[in-house]
């Protein structure tokens, strides 16, 4: 889990890479050989993957709900197929936002259910066929690129600029999940989410193979009320620094940082802590969506720490604008050949 990744898989190779590397070639083989051979079935409706070339947060769940919002703007009804990161689900889930908690859904799903209908499910067949029966028409799903066994027509690869491939060695000695040229192969485009250079060498594979190469950026969403603010920021997501930097970003003047694992559940003690912090420091807490939702879980600190924590929201801007519609459109095109 990304949660697990060890710091060094984001460094420069080092002793620790090198003494793995049998380990990791042997991964490499059979995630290149599950890739190759996986039977895929076929669900009936257009089918959109978006995946991570490594393990740790490039920014998949706020791509995914953009194209979802596309989506629904070309009179398609979306939905997400996610494997969840939560507890474990006997059969599909169909999530509902309001009553469904991160502990047993996972954190990125109840985001996901915002903007669209949600299945969680190991299964992603029986989950395509539960968002069918809800009327869904276009399907998106949320990770899965490298072990999903439905077919896909469309394959977007995102990647941070800023943190790439890390070390560039395959799990466990780094972060990659697959051997790269095989990941391109059953890619159709790649999306370099950020600014920064750190992904050029897949920027550079993918194009000798002729994917095409896309670009976005994640903004502040305008409202978030943290200008001029002190405040305690924490996130536990694959990269908390990206998310200081977004706050400092809106305005707000960071006292304080607290970064955890990603896809942390927050208990009652972490959250009293994160309190007596701000207390402390006389500043007001800010975290991302994504955390936010772990976080309501009802208990007594939880609503205390919820009237006083502000959220930052996140949009993204494609560059050009139109590769959302493009993307789509592509997805459909190849359903419908």
Known sequence: MASEAPPFWWDRPDWRSALLWP????????????????????????????????????????????LAQQARRMGLEPGFLSRGHGGSLSKPHLVDPHHDSAKSTGDEPLLLAGEAPTAVTPNRAA????????????????????????????????????????????????????PLIDQ????????????????????????????????????????????????????????????????EEAGGRLVATRPFPDHHYYTDENLAELLEQADAAGADLVTTAKDAVRIRHASEVAERLLQRLSVIEIDLEFDPPGIPERIIGDTIAAFER
Do not use: W
């Open 23 to 66: 380990v990791s070639s042997v991964y490499g083989l059979v995630a290149a050989r599950r890739m190759l051979n996986a039977r895929r079935e076929h669900v009936g409706v257009p089918v959109l993957c978006v995946g991570n070339p490594t393990v740790g947060g490039a920014g998949k769940t706020p791509v995914a709900i953009a």
């Open 127 to 178: 989950g395509a066929r539960l968002l069918i029966a809800e009327g869904c028409d276009f399907l998106i799903m949320d990770d899965g690129f490298q072990s999903a066994h439905i077919h896909y027509d469309y394959a977007l690869l995102v990647v941070d600029a800023q943190r790439g491939l890390g070390n560039g060695h395959i799990i466990p000695g780094g972060p990659v999940r697959a």
């Open 184 to 247: 391109i192969r059953h890619a159709h485009a790649v999306l370099r989410m950020g600014e920064g250079e750190a992904a050029d060498a897949l920027v550079r594979l993918a194009a000798r193979a002729g994917r095409p190469i896309y670009d976005a950026v994640a903004r502040p969403r305008p409202g978030s009320g943290v200008e001029g603010r002190a405040l305690l920021a924490f996130a536990g997501i694959g990269h908390p620094d990206k998310f200081f930097r977004t706050v």
